[in-house]
Structure formats: C-alpha cells, structure tokens
C-alpha cells in the first residue's frame, strides 16, 4: 500500500507569501502528526489530530500557522506571511492509533526568500 | 517537558564494524516510549527500533539492539556488521504513553548522530 505522501516536495516562497503543504497519511491512519525540521536540526513537533479534531496545536510557533483535517484523512498545514525563520522541511506523520508506529512522508522543503 | 540528549553530533566507522549511538533523555514519566529513528540522505525518516520503558528486555532487531538503561535515562543503539547502507541520520525520540492524553503522541526528538559508514 502507499505510504505518507506530501506535496509540494519542495517550495519557494517570497517572504510574505501564504502557502499551503499538503499530507495525504496512509489509508486508514487515524493519528497525524506535523513536525518542522531546521537544517541540522531533529523534527519538532508542531499539531497533533485523531482523525479530524486537532488535539494538540502546542507546538505551533505562531498564530501565523494554520492546519486542518476536516474529512480526518488529508491534512493541510498553512503557513500565512511567510517570515525567513519559516525556512525548514516540514514533516508528517500518521500512525494507525494512539501509541502506534509513526509513518513519516517525505517532507516539504520550505524556502523563504 | 520532556529532553533528549543525543552527544555525538557525527560518527564514522569502517564497513563492518560494530558502532553504538548514545542517547539520554529525561523526564518524570514512569511509562514511555524510546524510538531510534534513521533519515537517509533522501530525507523519509524510517523506524529501527522501538522499546517500551515497562519492558526490561532490550529490544532487538536483526543487527541492531539497544541498551536501554531506565535508571541511567539512557537508551543506546548497536548496530552489527554496519553496512554501506547504514550512512544516515539516526535520531533518538521518546514519547508519552497515549494515555497521557492530548498531544502525548507528539515524539521528542534529539538532535541526530551522522553516522557515516566508509568502505
């Protein structure tokens, strides 16, 4: 079966820009996760959703981060006036129940110019 | 809040040889999680190994194992007979049990080895 899949892989924006990454987690997955990855860096933990109720936005670094999953399967992560510090690869997870394995995609790789 | 300590920023062995990453974390949880997580170069991040902090058997998984010291907060990896293929990112990650509620699924990372395997 498919895996975490991600889009778009990479992404340039102008500083200012809102964008909008896309995680499609594997059929069935009722956990999904976000995380940011800085260069040289390990992931960060940004939201948490089971299925569509996002039960954890702690790690959100500002209002300006957004994400959603309102049929409990695509997630989308918004990123509204982009700013430098919003440079990292963003990273999803999803994972079949609580406690379970985390499936990772292939992550987003956010540019801000 | 939960910490995870991984000291070596950069390892390099020959093919072949045994290598082990350190790991120490902290936490005032009784029951959790400890993961090691290895990102090839092309960036997917894939599980190795996994050990639950209630069990006091080390996990093992074909040539790699762990020494997972509760008491120490420390959770090593082995690897056996690295391989060429072995050359990744590896990270330490602990997670809350689940019912711990809220986001406790969240992992922790550490700030990852580079682990180089060289021919």
């Given at each position: 079966?498919?895996?975490?899949?991600?889009?778009?892989?990479?992404?340039?924006?102008?500083?200012?820009?809102?964008?909008?990454?896309?995680?499609?987690?594997?059929?069935?997955?009722?956990?999904?996760?976000?995380?940011?990855?800085?260069?040289?860096?390990?992931?960060?933990?940004?939201?948490?959703?089971?299925?569509?109720?996002?039960?954890?936005?702690?790690?959100?670094?500002?209002?300006?981060?957004?994400?959603?999953?309102?049929?409990?399967?695509?997630?989308?992560?918004?990123?509204?006036?982009?700013?430098?510090?919003?440079?990292?690869?963003?990273?999803?997870?999803?994972?079949?129940?609580?406690?379970?394995?985390?499936y990772f995609g292939p992550g987003t790789r956010l540019t801000v110019t | 809040a939960q910490t995870v300590t991984q000291s070596q920023p950069e390892m390099s062995v020959q093919e072949a040889e045994t290598v082990t990453l350190?790991?120490?974390?902290?936490?005032?949880?009784?029951?959790?999680y400890l993961f090691w997580y290895k990102q090839p170069p092309s960036r997917q991040m894939?599980?190795?190994?996994?050990?639950?902090?209630?069990?006091?058997?080390?996990?093992?998984?074909?040539?790699?194992?762990v020494n997972f010291q509760k008491a120490a907060k420390s959770f090593s990896l082995k690897i056996s007979d690295s391989q060429l293929g072995d050359t990744a990112m590896y990270f330490c990650a602990f997670m809350k049990p689940f019912y711990s509620g809220g986001g406790a699924d969240g992992l922790t990372f550490g700030k990852g080895t580079h682990l180089i395997i060289q021919p």
């Open positions: 079966g498919a895996g975490v899949s991600q889009s778009p892989r990479y992404k340039v924006a102008k500083r200012g820009q809102d964008v909008a990454l896309r995680c499609d987690p594997i059929s069935g997955h009722v956990s999904l996760f976000w995380y940011q990855q800085a260069l040289g860096q390990g992931p960060e933990f940004l939201t948490y959703f089971q299925n569509e109720a996002q039960l954890d936005k702690s790690g959100l670094p500002s209002d300006r981060f957004f994400a959603e999953r309102p049929e409990g399967s695509v997630s989308t992560l918004k990123i509204q006036r982009t700013q430098q510090e919003d440079s990292a690869v963003y990273l999803c997870a999803s994972s079949q129940t609580s406690g379970d394995e985390q | 350190s790991c120490t974390y902290d936490t005032s949880e009784s029951n959790y894939i599980l190795v190994i996994r050990q639950e902090a209630y069990k006091q058997q080390n996990a093992t998984e074909n040539r790699f194992s």
